[in-house]
């Protein structure tokens, strides 16, 4: 496994410079200025706590492996991402499951994080529980900044049970009426005709609260339909776009998001937490986590 001091040689002082990983949203917040040299984190999984629910893992490890090395504690960590996806790579994006109404969002996975700074130097952000952090959380102004901020080297991540059983099932039926039949359903999506359902936890529950839907139309389906990557923001229909999560308003869509609608003070309040953390703009020169 590449050391952190190997990463930070690699980086340099001066460069234009990214982190590439898995590439599976490369384009995620516009194209890379002409020049902008491509390095690699640390890659391997360092120590998994599984008492503790935490793992330490290079951020250039792909996400199934981590996921297939923690199934073996009975654990996961809430991250999601497509074939060939890196952790560091998810945490950039910010890339929430489909199930984030249960486990929640990508934000709450990353405690703490060994990154190089845009002076080229090693500084550690977060701490390896949840109660060592305090003051500023730096650690979640990284995730979702798609490296504009610092780049991710070996990372401590928060883990959690895996449920005992999961089952979807689908019909076309108001969220209303499927929320109250089901305690916390872990994802409830729609296309715009039909709605979709995920429901885990322990068996015997899970049995309950689909036997409960089946009596309003809902089906079991053998496996859950194909969910494409989340988008940021909120959005109303989904119609022939992908498929909306009416639990939190995330759309899932294999469309290319361009830009993020916000206020002129968040934007300038990104600014300035931009300037502070890399006042050359060597970090992924030319990126923006608003895509505009």
């Given at each position: 496994?590449?050391?952190?001091?190997?990463?930070?040689?690699?980086?340099?002082v001066?460069?234009?410079?990214?982190?590439?990983?898995?590439?599976t949203?490369?384009?995620?917040?516009?194209?890379?200025?002409?020049?902008?040299?491509?390095?690699?984190?640390?890659?391997?999984?360092v120590?998994?706590?599984?008492?503790?629910?935490?793992?330490?893992?290079?951020?250039g490890?792909?996400?199934?492996?981590?996921?297939?090395?923690?199934?073996?504690?009975?654990?996961?960590?809430?991250?999601?991402?497509?074939?060939?996806?890196?952790v560091?790579?998810?945490?950039?994006?910010?890339?929430?499951s489909?199930?984030?109404?249960?486990i929640?969002?990508?934000s709450?996975?990353?405690?703490?994080?060994?990154?190089v700074?845009a002076?080229?130097?090693?500084?550690?952000?977060?701490?390896?529980?949840?109660k060592?952090?305090?003051?500023?959380?730096?650690?979640?102004?990284?995730?979702?900044?798609?490296g504009?901020l610092?780049?991710?080297?070996?990372?401590?991540?928060?883990?959690?049970?895996?449920?005992?059983k999961?089952?979807?099932?689908?019909?076309?039926?108001?969220?209303?009426e499927i929320?109250?039949r089901c305690?916390?359903?872990?994802?409830?999506?729609?296309?715009?005709?039909?709605?979709f359902v995920?429901?885990?936890?322990?068996?015997?529950?899970?049995?309950?609260?689909?036997?409960?839907?089946?009596?309003?139309?809902?089906l079991?389906?053998?496996?859950?339909?194909?969910?494409?990557?989340?988008?940021?923001?909120?959005?109303?229909?989904?119609?022939?776009?992908?498929?909306?999560?009416?639990?939190?308003?995330?759309?899932?869509?294999?469309?290319?998001?361009?830009?993020?609608?916000?206020?002129?003070?968040?934007?300038?309040?990104?600014?300035r937490?931009?300037?502070?953390?890399?006042?050359?703009?060597?970090?992924?020169?030319?990126?923006?986590?608003?895509?505009?």
């Open positions: 496994m590449k050391s952190m001091e190997e990463f930070v040689e690699e980086v340099g001066d460069c234009l410079v990214t982190v590439k990983g898995g590439g949203r490369w384009e995620v917040g516009g194209s890379l200025l002409d020049g902008t040299k491509e390095v690699a984190a640390p890659i391997g999984i120590n998994v706590q599984p008492e503790e629910m935490i793992v330490k893992v290079g951020a490890t792909k996400l199934d492996v981590l996921m297939e090395e923690l199934s073996n504690f009975n654990q996961e960590v809430a991250l999601c991402g497509l074939k060939e996806s890196t560091g790579g998810c945490l950039a994006v910010g890339s929430s489909h199930r984030r109404a249960r929640g969002a990508a709450d996975v990353l405690l703490q994080a060994d990154c700074g002076d080229g130097k090693k500084f550690t952000a977060g701490g390896p529980t949840v060592n952090v305090t003051g500023y959380d730096i650690c979640k102004l990284l995730v979702s900044s798609l504009t610092a780049l991710l080297g070996i990372v401590t991540l928060r883990t959690r049970p895996k449920p005992e999961q089952t979807w099932l689908s019909g076309m039926v108001g969220f209303n929320t109250a305690y916390r359903p872990a994802s409830v999506l729609s296309d715009g005709v039909k709605t995920l429901l885990e936890g322990y068996a015997e529950d899970i049995d309950k609260e689909a036997s409960s839907l089946n009596e309003i139309g809902m079991e389906m053998e496996k859950g339909p194909e969910i494409p990557p989340a988008l940021k923001g909120n959005y109303k229909n989904t119609s022939g776009e992908g498929l909306l999560d009416l639990q939190t308003g995330v759309l899932h869509s294999h469309n290319n998001q361009k830009r993020i609608e916000v206020s002129e003070k968040v934007r300038e309040l990104s600014s937490v931009k300037d502070n953390f890399d006042p050359t703009g060597r970090l992924n020169p030319g990126r923006s986590p608003y895509f505009s």
